[in-house]
């Protein structure tokens, strides 16, 4: 069995290679300060803040959506979905955005929403919508 | 509980509880009778103790599920399965699928589906019953536990699909006596699963998942009792069936992905997806090696490891899916039910199992130190089965972040965009694979020869460049060397087993079970590929879009498009009309009318309405829209409503308050003083004032003598034609003046006949008016997939393939050839 020793050595090696590389790939749970700072797409948790509108108008753009958000940090952000307006964001207990910083607005990719059932307060249903249809394999 | 509640039916819940204890019991009993039946084979005592007690548990399934059914389609609330799953309106087939919404209910067909393949293999396992059937029935026992929903010792083990409402729940109202009375309706099915691909894609899933047990008890089986080349014979058949069956049932999701659900796509690299292809891709990887180590004595260990951590696998994914683990990274896992720790148990004993026998065995475990031949198939379907493992472990490390999260503690969140992640790793695993699958058939078992292999291959190799360059050239994908890359493999893959499908005809027909399904991955791959790739979305908006110059990363402009009911908005090739809107409550559907026009002749050259639909289910997330889609042999159209006029949503259609007389709907009124014959114009048309009539009645007014009762009688003509008439009423009673008015509904429109002035001769009409109504409009997302239909045939194709490779092995199997 040398010569598949010899490839088990080798596909082990890629395996390790490619761990390695998913762990580049990965990102971060940050906040909008960090967001600021690093300039780059990451993830930000946070819960929307009801107090402010949120503004949707399909008669005027079908594909802008904004909000306002709290951060984990407490820190409040404008957010900028580029789509139309996820149903249910009202009740979402959670956010979860994709996304970047530009300027103090920060825009969105992605949003991922936890909503509380209304029946039961440990059943959580998680609704995403995602702006940018993607196109497959990338290079 | 000393309330005495009123209305309650209590008595199926009892049964069924009893069953589900009797269940787990069988399951148990089983087991342990056929462990010792296993020892000690020549006592049939333990056997017979055994095969009673599987019977007693697959009546009890039987019976679980029929209560449970029985509970549901009689809308037994006060059952909360029933309550949180199932509705009223729901027709039968929604019902079944209400059936597997929950975790309870897609356990029980689990153990339904353990509890048939059991039936198969006590009446055809003969020798290989009895240990077999002890790994069975061991996963058997730890299925039934999730049901259970007991405490032991304080802690809550699994969780019954009879539990009552007032036991799951702590609203107030259920400590009320009457409170089923309150209970009008169940919070029903989430619309997402009202579609006919939720009926048959959980059952064909669980079939997959179910049968993944038979290899692995096999394999356990083969090491236990020492029977090592053994198993594999009896064993492939049914590695085969898993395999053909759990793939079926994978693609039959990506169908509802594709139709049902608004992900635009078929397969998005989702937590839940990966997880139940994981165990698809070791299993297919272990088929290979079996089938490498019958025909040659290599890898042995190798073939028994990948059929064991199949199963392992498929423990892990129900893990992943069910304890709630996946909350912050899937879109649709279940949620979590408390019962993540049985979940562990249930892996780990089964991981533990799987390494306790291996290292047991190690020392007997065959192995021949001749060394493979570079030129023989084995090495090569031993290297490919590696491939696939690796490309598993690439998916699983992924998938698995939440979990390394769980257990260091740590923070990562995985990558910010999947697909492009996934891709690039499995794009190039899928090239290898291809490319492995094509050669392979074109070496023998042990030795090769060179010459003709290689006069073989670069034949092929010329043929498929040509064929290939064209497929791209086609279908578009050359703008990325990885898809040009796929395409090629796929192509050679299709043409070398399809080359051994033409010996096939010339009657060595063993082998076309392989070829045929190899030909069928290679299709749903290329099909897979192009779709995806190329696909475009058709309803790219760019007003209101500016790029802004020098930000690095230009934001696409907006996938969805804005149309107002009525007027007609270009999209690529196509005319858009939303047409209206159709209520068949709790569904609307909205019809969009396509007409595909000729630019030199302006003529219509297509015409076809696409009627996608939502649903708005406040209790479930708002409007959630189905698509709807248009079929081309060579692409789709794909629909998707993602929001719509609030009005078209009202929750009662039939509500119309015409019955209240109040003005507070109606425009402030205009007044004119006409005389028979004036024609005056309104907002949608005019009206002409006739006549009077001067024989009009009242109901319930009685006309006194010197009462004066005088109709105007109006004809009322539309902007379209239609014509109405109406008569508002003026009444001199007693001296005093009163008015009765009349409405036109359909036009908005209410008349006052409100004063008679004989001294000018002129005649006194109010006319109100309702506001224009808002105009209906929808926002919607449209998307072309191009090819998607060699994805679709390849399944198809691919699944045929998996039959008969599958009747070949079970031939085999009954009358083993000298080989």
Redesign the interface.
């Known amino acids: 069995?040398?010569?598949?020793s010899i490839?088990?050595i080798a596909?082990i090696a890629?395996?390790i290679a490619?761990?390695l590389v998913?762990?580049t790939?990965?990102?971060?749970?940050s906040t909008f300060s960090e967001a600021k700072e690093k300039q780059t797409?990451?993830?930000v948790v946070g819960v929307l803040n009801k107090q402010k509108s949120l503004d949707?108008d399909?008669?005027?753009?079908?594909?802008?959506f904004s909000f306002h958000m709290f951060d984990n940090d407490s820190t409040e952000c404008q957010v900028v979905f580029?789509?139309?307006?996820p149903?249910?964001i009202e009740?979402s207990e959670q956010i979860?955005l994709?996304g970047?910083m530009?300027g103090n607005v920060f825009?969105a990719s992605k949003i991922?929403m936890?909503?509380p059932s209304?029946?039961?307060q440990?059943?959580?249903?998680?609704?995403?919508s995602?702006?940018?249809?993607?196109?497959?394999?990338?290079? | 509980m000393d309330i005495n509640f009123i209305g309650e039916n209590l008595l199926p819940g009892q049964i069924g509880q009893f069953f589900v204890v009797l269940s787990f019991g069988a399951a148990l009993l089983s087991f342990i009778a056929y462990f010792f039946s296993s020892k000690e084979p020549n006592d049939t005592t333990w056997k017979s103790i055994a095969r009673g007690a599987f019977w007693i548990n697959t009546i009890s399934v039987i019976t679980i599920g029929s209560i449970l059914f029985y509970i549901i389609y009689n809308h037994l609330f006060e059952y909360h399965y029933a309550y949180a799953h199932s509705s009223k309106a729901l027709p039968t087939h929604y019902i079944i699928s209400s059936f597997w919404e929950g975790q309870e209910g897609s356990f029980w067909l689990w153990m339904f589906w353990q509890c048939v393949l059991s039936v198969v293999l006590v009446a055809t396992a003969k020798s290989w019953e009895s240990p077999v059937m002890t790994f069975v029935m061991l996963c058997q026992t730890f299925l039934a536990s999730m049901l259970i929903g007991v405490e032991v010792f304080g802690t809550r083990v699994g969780s019954s699909p009879f539990i009552l409402l007032r036991d799951a729940m702590n609203w107030p109202i259920l400590s009320d006596p009457n409170y089923l009375s309150m209970i009008s309706d169940g919070r029903g099915l989430n619309p997402l699963l009202q579609n006919y691909w939720m009926v048959i894609h959980p059952p064909t899933l669980f079939l997959g998942f179910a049968s993944m047990i038979v290899p692995f008890a096999f394999a356990g089986a083969g090491l236990w009792q020492r029977r090592y080349k053994d198993w594999i014979s009896p064993g492939l058949p049914w590695a085969l069936f898993a395999v053909m069956i759990l793939g079926a049932g994978i693609i039959m999701g990506s169908f509802w992905a594709y139709e049902a659900l608004n992900f635009g796509g078929f397969w998005a690299w989702d937590p839940v997806e990966n997880v139940s292809i994981i165990p698809w891709f070791t299993l297919i990887a272990a088929v290979h090696v079996m089938v490498a180590f019958k025909n040659s004595g290599q890898a042995y260990f190798t073939a028994t490891f990948l059929a064991l951590i199949s199963f392992v696998l498929v423990i892990y994914a129900s893990y992943l899916t069910r304890s709630g683990i996946l909350g912050e990274t899937s879109v649709h896992s279940f949620t979590s039910l408390g019962m993540s720790g049985q979940l562990i148990i249930f892996n780990a004993i089964f991981f533990f199992v799987m390494v306790g026998l291996l290292v047991w065995r190690r020392k007997e475990i065959p192995s021949t130190q001749k060394e493979e031949d570079i030129y023989s198939r084995e090495f090569w379907l031993f290297i490919g089965a590696l491939v696939l493992t690796v490309a598993c472990i690439q998916i699983i490390a992924t998938t698995s972040i939440p979990v390394f999260n769980a257990i260091f503690g740590t923070k990562v969140a995985p990558p910010i965009d999947p697909i492009p992640h996934y891709n690039k790793w499995q794009g190039a695993f899928a090239v290898v694979i291809m490319l492995v699958t094509g050669f392979t058939q074109f070496l023998k078992y042990k030795r090769s020869d060179h010459k003709k292999f290689w006069s073989a291959i670069l034949v092929l190799l010329a043929v498929t460049l040509v064929v290939s360059a064209g497929v791209v050239f086609i279908t578009k994908v050359y703008t990325n060397v990885m898809y040009i890359l796929i395409t090629f493999g796929a192509v050679f893959c299709i043409l070398a087993n399809g080359r051994i499908l033409t010996d096939a005809f010339k009657g060595k027909w063993r082998l076309a079970g392989s070829a045929v399904s190899h030909i069928g991955f290679g299709l749903l791959l290329i099909g897979a590929l192009v779709a995806a790739a190329t696909s475009e979305v058709i309803s790219q908006n760019s007003s209101g879009y500016i790029a802004v110059a020098g930000f690095d990363q230009v934001e696409k402009p907006g996938e969805n498009l804005f149309l107002t009911e009525g007027e007609p908005v270009q999209m690529g090739d196509y005319r858009l009309t939303y047409i209206g809107d159709s209520v068949a409550m709790p569904n609307v559907f909205y019809k969009i009318k396509y007409e595909n026009i000729d630019e030199e002749t302006g003529k219509v050259k297509e015409e076809f309405v696409l009627m996608p639909f939502a649903q708005n289910n406040p209790q479930m997330g708002g409007l959630i829209g189905t698509p709807s889609t248009k079929h081309y042999i060579t692409h789709d159209v794909y629909t998707l409503i993602t929001a719509a006029a609030s009005d078209s949503h009202s929750n009662d259609p039939k509500a119309n308050d015409s019955e209240r007389s109040g003005f507070e709907d109606y425009d402030e009124p205009a007044t004119y003083e006409v005389n028979l014959g004036d024609t005056l114009r309104y907002r949608n048309g005019f009206f002409i004032v006739e006549s009077i009539n001067r024989d009009a009645k009242i109901e319930n007014i009685p006309k006194g003598a010197d009462d004066v009762i005088f109709g105007l009688k109006v004809r009322v003509v539309a902007a379209d034609g239609k014509e109405f008439q109406a008569e508002p009423l003026f009444l001199i009673k007693d001296g005093n003046v009163f008015d009765f008015h009349k409405d036109v509904e359909e036009q908005g429109l209410r008349f006052r006949f409100s004063n008679i002035k004989p001294q000018v001769d002129k005649l006194e009409i109010m006319v109100y008016q309702k506001p224009l109504p808002e105009k209906k409009w929808v926002v919607f997302k449209a998307i072309k997939f191009p090819y998607i239909n060699f994805f679709w045939c390849g399944t198809i194709v691919m699944t045929i393939g998996f039959l008969m490779a599958i009747y070949r092995r079970w031939k085999d199997n009954r009358a083993p050839r000298a080989s």
């Open positions: 069995m040398k010569k598949s490839l088990l596909i890629v395996a490619m761990i998913i762990y790939d990965s990102s971060t749970y797409e990451l993830y949707y399909p008669v005027k753009d079908p594909n802008h580029n789509g139309a307006k149903q249910d009740r979860v994709t970047k530009d825009h991922l936890k909503c209304k029946y039961n440990d059943q959580m249903e998680v609704i995403e995602s702006s940018a249809f993607n196109a497959a394999i990338t290079q």
